[in-house]
């Protein structure tokens, strides 16, 4: 394994989710709560510009969602799914959170590869699984997952 991939980290703004947005949609990703101001989104490129995917966080408390992670296809499977979940786990330890929750249909594997460790749905924190993502986006048989980081 080479040396990890440093990203630039951009918050995106409401109005600028349309690429998000488009990019969810074709990973089959879910899409309808992309546009609440409490789902914190983030645009990663390299240090020369070149856009990467996106990600994003529901904070709750101590506990985030970690949620919308995608590489766009031409950087797919070099490293870049890694380093934009590295950064999102730092930006959700920056906001004081010990855990990170995600749910996924297809990418346990990657997930655990990254310190993840599958969780029974009802061990995770009340407030997560309130999330659209958790009550009705996702479907049951999606892995939940947790990392502590903190």
Same mark, same amino acid.
């Given at each position: 394994?080479?040396?990890?991939?440093?990203?630039?980290?951009?918050?995106?703004?409401?109005?600028?989710?349309?690429?998000?947005?488009?990019?969810?949609?074709?990973?089959?990703?879910?899409?309808?709560?992309?546009?609440?101001?409490?789902?914190?989104?983030?645009?990663?490129?390299? +240090?020369?510009?070149?856009?990467?995917?996106? *990600?994003?966080?529901?904070?709750? @408390?101590?506990?985030?969602?970690? $949620? =919308?992670? #995608?590489?766009?296809?031409?950087?797919?499977?070099?490293?870049?799914?890694?380093?934009?979940?590295?950064?999102?786990?730092?930006?959700?330890?920056?906001?004081?959170?010990?855990?990170? +929750?995600?749910?996924?249909?297809?990418?346990? *594997?990657?997930?655990?590869?990254? @310190?993840?460790?599958?969780?029974? $749905? =009802?061990? #995770?924190?009340?407030?997560?699984?309130?999330?659209?993502?958790?009550?009705?986006?996702?479907?049951?048989?999606?892995?939940?997952?947790?990392?502590?980081?903190?």
């Amino acid at each position: 394994m080479g040396a990890p991939v440093r990203l630039q980290m951009q918050p995106l703004a409401a109005f600028e989710r349309d690429g998000l947005r488009a990019a969810l949609i074709k990973a089959g990703l879910p899409v309808d709560d992309i546009g609440q101001p409490h789902v914190q989104c983030w645009r990663f490129e390299t +240090y020369n510009d070149v856009p990467v995917g996106f *990600g994003a966080l529901e904070i709750h @408390g101590a506990d985030a969602l970690l $949620r =919308s992670v #995608v590489t766009i296809p031409p950087v797919r499977r070099i490293g870049m799914g890694r380093a934009i979940v590295a950064a999102l786990e730092a930006e959700a330890a920056m906001q004081k959170c010990r855990a990170l +929750y995600l749910l996924t249909t297809s990418e346990a *594997g990657f997930f655990r590869r990254l @310190g993840y460790a599958e969780c029974e $749905r =009802s061990k #995770v924190p009340a407030a997560i699984r309130a999330t659209a993502q958790f009550a009705t986006l996702c479907p049951a048989a999606a892995t939940a997952m947790v990392k502590r980081i903190g």
